[in-house]
């Protein structure tokens, strides 16, 4: 599954169509939880291809949310994005806005920590320490179950991720957990660099 892709050519292309913190700080999260879960999972020869996967899901959604994941293989054409990489990207939304079913292990966690990652970011701001390091499975449960609580956050789509994976509920939030405090110093120190701010 190797491709002619670098990460400096993933990210110029996420620089070009995504100029908001919050998407910036997005797209390297899952990044790294990805990187995280390739290596974890057995695939550490393959863990800068579901970094790139992960850096780029959302490339198109900044700029055409309406086209999301339909306008991704045109952009992703520019850098020359093998099929795979294409196919990658385009699974994490489906049965949202795309048809494309994540078939690959790579690609069904991509689908079931998207939005898993987006939830637990929600939590750790309300905590003092502002941080994934010290949170605990049982208090993300109840943000869970707390509808109202990062409301954007599909919790029907986490829940599909964990059963197209065969986990439980449980082992998907702790090693989510995991996958965030693997990344969460180097995450915050390349967003400053990207958009000039002070981590």
């Known amino acids: 599954m190797q ?87 385009c699974s994490h939304a489906y049965g949202i806005c795309s048809d494309v079913a994540p078939e690959h292990e790579m690609e069904k966690v991509l689908f079931a920590v998207d939005e898993l990652t987006g939830l637990i970011g929600a939590a750790a701001k309300m905590r003092p320490s502002k941080s994934v390091m010290d949170m605990e499975v049982s208090s993300l449960k109840k943000k869970f179950k707390d509808k109202r609580f990062a409301a954007g956050c599909s919790r029907e789509t986490i829940t599909e991720g964990a059963q197209r994976l065969g986990w439980d509920m449980d082992r998907l939030f702790s090693e989510t957990i995991l996958a965030m405090r693997s990344c969460e110093e180097k995450v915050a120190k390349e967003v400053a660099q990207l958009t000039g701010e002070e981590a």
Not at 10 to 32: R, W
Not at 63 to 87: N, R, T, Y
């Open 3 to 89: 491709t002619a892709v670098t990460r400096q050519d993933a990210l110029a292309l996420l620089q070009k169509y995504n100029q908001e913190p919050f998407h910036l700080l997005h797209a390297l999260t899952v990044e790294g939880a990805m990187v995280y879960f390739a290596e974890t999972l057995g695939y550490e020869e393959d863990k800068e291809e579901w970094g790139k996967v992960g850096l780029l899901h959302d490339v198109d959604f900044e700029q055409f949310p309406e086209e999301h994941c339909k306008k991704a293989p045109q952009l992703l054409a520019e850098i020359g994005a093998s099929e795979e990489l294409i196919h990658a990207v």
